[in-house]
């Protein structure tokens, strides 16, 4: 089997952006995280989802896909945390709590590194390389399965420049949010690598599907 | 969590049709195969797929979904083999050679009982009970996770009948086969007990999503 590298259920608004300004502590997304990932909280199999309840069409599809076959993420720095610049300290551990939902090795870019971290079944390790030397260590790590590229935007953008992504699925909410920072003008930017399939959700989210050609 | 009733990825024709008369060794759904499941052979993630190449877009996700979750299988014995009444003898060991693509317990419904059988990952019982009965024997086998119920048309019409099932994936593929078992007049016969999503794919499949309400 092929391993992938793989951007999924990653959202953002119909002028294409995913992270706002002002991330804070009380706003990892730095804007309304609820308007732009409702489609995703309303599914029955959203990762850590307490208790019963929620939708089982088609967005709990790529709900429960978040896990399928998922050996290793990477994400930057700025999905681990708010903080910039070298660690004051390493009591920060992320805004996941004592049980992240990644339960893989998480590998974190970052050009200020620290040692590694273990919540219950995910570790992060922090690495200071490209994403290509960080793909390789993933894969690695991954037990053969496939490797999720997590996010932020700046990450995925990177991974995309460096033509290092297998598939992506991108949910496009129907909010505008203005300024921030954009994964991309158009879904169409992608068409000349990737085939790319349309496919509207009731929930009023539409689903961009790319694979490589 | 709730250990839920699935069936998944089942595929009928626009006039519901879901197996043909006539079935044969040659040709176990009675009718043609390729043309009803030709959109899930395409697929990247179909199990057992040799090799690489195959989509990557919506009716991937169906079919990598297939053994997400799913801890058992019940099946009639139709879709087990050709043979009807008793057993002449246990030659007979399935459609799938000596690599079943289940990978979990598999409870056979059938009058004419056998010892249970064993291939690879995939072991075979065969039950004479009711529905209920061995949606009861195949939730204990399952290690909590879900039961997929494989079909054919009957077993699901069975389990439609008596209220046992949770979630429906039926495909609709744009195909009229005429005369055979029909799993129903309209999609729409089940939207009195399930929230019910339609949702058309490139491939030229609508793909019918029921939820239990």
């Keep these: 089997m092929t391993q992938l590298s793989r951007v999924q259920n990653f959202t953002v608004s119909r002028d294409g952006v995913a992270a706002g300004v002002e991330q804070s502590l009380e706003n990892p997304f730095g804007l309304d995280h609820r308007e732009l990932m409702s489609w995703y909280l309303g599914t029955a199999s959203m990762p850590g989802r307490p208790g019963f309840g929620g939708t089982r069409g088609l967005d709990d599809y790529f709900a429960r896909d978040f896990a399928n076959n998922i050996g290793a993420e990477i994400m930057g720095r700025n999905k681990f945390g708010p903080q910039r610049g070298p660690w004051a300290d390493h009591e920060w551990q992320g805004w996941w709590g004592d049980e992240p939902p990644f339960h893989t090795p998480v590998f974190v870019m ?65 909010v505008d949010l203005g300024p921030g920072l954009a994964l991309w003008e158009s879904p169409d930017d992608l068409n000349d690598r990737f085939e790319h399939e349309v496919v509207p959700s009731a929930s009023g989210v539409v689903h961009h599907l790319f694979w490589k050609r």
Tied chains: 1, 2.
Excluded: M
């Excluded at 590194?113 to 991954?142: E, I, N, W, Y």
């Design 110 to 174: 970052t050009h200020h590194v620290r040692p590694s971290l273990t919540l219950s079944d995910t570790t992060f390790h922090f690495v200071d390389a490209g994403p290509s030397d960080v793909l390789t260590q993933a894969k690695a790590a991954a037990n053969g399965r496939d490797v999720r590229i997590g996010g932020g935007v700046t990450t995925v953008r990177e991974f995309l420049d460096a033509d290092l992504l297998d598939t992506l699925h991108v949910a496009v909410a129907p």
